[in-house]
């Protein structure tokens, strides 16, 4: 019902401004009803289209990925505009689900330390967990996010510096879109501080 109002709404918008505007340049300005409501429907609906037009062409290109390459570690990786990092989806055995990698690197891709990074993670992410999801729980209850019954890792993020990478978790009962994101950076197999980012 909201999506119909809105539409609604919006062709009203269309249609009634121009009208409206075309009428204040003929009170204001003595320009005549057949020139002044056709030039403002150019004006603000062909200005409208254009602006929507071009909104969604950049909406596109920034989903279109500039490069792409085969990375025997990390399978299909893809690079979109604006972006310094590698992209891909991939199965992570130690939470037995899929989760979004990204490997910060230039246009040759990932180098051989970070797909060696990225295998001792899946390696050791099991004896790591316990820690990092008391850091969770502890952020979590700051920001006033009580009783989470787990919590579901959504994201690995591997930087360029040396031994440096970041996780990103969600709540187990919020989808993407609610509560907060918690990134946890990790240095060295030594953990840093909690983000929660809303």
């Known amino acids: 019902m909201s999506a119909d109002r809105d539409s609604w709404n919006l062709w009203f918008a269309a249609i009634a401004l121009p ?10 300005f003595g320009v005549p009803g057949w020139i002044g409501v056709p030039l403002a429907f150019l004006v603000i609906d062909g ?17 279109t990925p ?21 992209e ?11 989760i979004s990698v990204s490997v910060h690197a230039d246009e040759a891709g990932p180098n051989e330390n970070q797909r060696q ?11 790591l967990f316990p820690e990092i999801e008391a850091k969770l729980r502890e952020c979590a209850e700051f920001v006033g996010e009580t009783d989470v019954r787990s919590f579901n890792l ?4 591997i930087e360029s510096a040396p031994g440096a990478w970041t996780l990103a978790y969600h709540r187990s009962d919020n989808d993407d879109c609610c509560g907060f994101t918690y990134f946890v950076d990790v240095k060295d197999w030594h953990l840093g501080e909690v983000c929660p980012v809303h």
Not at 47 to 63: F, H, K, P, T, V
């Open 66 to 86: 500039v490069a792409e390459l085969e990375d025997p570690v990390f399978g299909r990786l893809e690079r979109y505009p604006g972006k310094n990092q590698w």
């Open 47 to 63: 200005g409208g289209w254009w602006l929507y037009r071009r909104w969604e062409q950049a909406i596109e290109r920034d989903n």
């Open 154 to 157: 959504t994201s690995i993020d």
């Open 19 to 28: 009208l409206v505007i075309g009428g204040g340049l003929h009170q204001v």
């Open 117 to 127: 990074l990225y295998r001792q993670i899946v390696d050791r992410y099991s004896e």
């Open 88 to 98: 891909n989806y991939l199965s992570f055995p130690p939470v037995a689900d899929e």
